[in-house]
């Protein structure tokens, strides 16, 4: 199943051509795959706001987010 925020996701939806390749390489692991391991994904559902962008490998600075 893919992420539910696929369409709406402003990480995912930038359309910037210099990161064409990055978002999908995103896409295949995380959207389309293990949504639920997603940065973006983690911090949407725990704090609800996710700065535009805020890659989905970097649960690190996610988690920094959720402790402040
Ligand atoms: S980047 Fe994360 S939150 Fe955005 S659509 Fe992909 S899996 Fe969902």
Known sequence: MSCPNLEVCPFINNSDERLKDDITKYKNRFCNANYEK???????????????????????????????
């Open 38 to 68: 997603c940065a973006r994904f983690i911090l949407g559902n725990s704090i609800g706001e996710v700065p535009d962008d805020l890659a989905p490998d970097e649960i690190k600075r996610a988690e920094k987010l959720m402790k402040k």
